[in-house]
């Protein structure tokens, strides 16, 4: 059939139609592409994306970051330096517009590399607002806490109490709070001890002050000191144990704490092949410190933090209950433990709670939670204990914009294969398959050479 001058003309516009619309299809998804970013992270553990608390943390920076790459163009160990901080930064690019990569070759410009201070290739050094740090480790963590530094306009000053035994910050011992300290630090806050018996009074640029489980009485003048502090406003985080409070009931009275005696006993813990002291808490209070808080945390032989009916002036807050199915047990735990209705009290349990009040028009800020050992070395690191305890830190200082979840750790998938399974796999690629496409297709043409 020979087609006719008007339909083969017919045909052609309809082609050029297609083509021409086409064409515009593609310039149209390409504008849109431009002016609508988007991103699907489909990794097993988000690896491309950053966490919510680095998106957090990004989100306080009101201003331009710039970043200051002093890195070769090639590197004998790494390689591609330059492409290396780049992939590391884009993902943060993405969230912040505004923040701004640059390089600088410390060969080619080795006077400017010097007056930095810098020391090593790929160091950054990262500025906002006037303030700069220092950036050498290529992982999210450790650029999140420099932006969460950074976006600290003053410093923080974090007082321990010392002298009296107490969990210390500066120890490594199980008891001690060394790990916490440190997670401080990197966060932007100073972290000091204050012996009461050697200083007439609680600094005064303490933004707060630790009391961690003192194990000897407190004289009478340095309890006068810390009512002292408190009376002008001081803020104080209180990490009380099962011991006695060595001196510092009239703190206690003055809070209007009522500190029963047990041991939260959470039969949950149980199910996690756990102790059954060690409470886990799975709900917060509506609180600043606690919005948004996910995280499960554990707190191991906690006691039971509850306030007289009326204590006034303080505004009451609980923070944390743990033990739904537990209770607080006051019978000897080296038996077999059970709920008594007559002496014990049924769960939930509150374990931690918050004051509030104002001292001069301005805000004064109290937590009180029933386990020291719920940031000591061996247990800070159980489940979200750190990132909790930098969230009281962050609203005790006045810094609750701050509070955001800790970056949580990428990990990594591999897939182990023994020696007969890889000879297996090589085998079916290099000779089972071929062989079985060959097959298939002599098969066809056998047929068809038939037919």
Known sequence: MIASRRIRFSLLAQNGLFAALLVAAALLLAHLAQQHYRQWDLTQNGRNSLSAGSVQTLGLLKGPVTITAYATETDPTVGDLRVRISDFVAPFRRVKPDLVLAFVDPRAEPKRTEAANVRVNGEMVVAYDGRE???????????????SRLARNTERTVFFLDGHGERSPQGNADRDLGLFA??????????NLVNLGGVPDVPTNASMLVIADPKVDLLPAEVAKLRTYLDRGGNLLWLIDQEPLHGLQPIADFLGLQLTPGVVIDPSANELKASATLAIAFAYGSHPATRGFVLNTAFPSARRIAVVDDPKPWRYTRLVEVAQRGWVETGPLDTEVGFDKNRDVKGPVTVAGALEREVDGKPQRIVIVGSGRFLANTDAGLLGNLDLGVNLVNWLSGDEHLITLEPRSRVDSSLELSRSWLLFL????LFVLPGAFLFTGGMIWWRRRRA
């Open 426 to 429: 090589a085998l079916g690629f």
């Open 182 to 191: 440190r997670r401080l630090g990197s966060k932007g806050f100073k972290v």
């Open 133 to 147: 740090e220092h950036l050498t480790a290529l992982d999210e963590t450790s650029l999140t806490n420099l932006l």
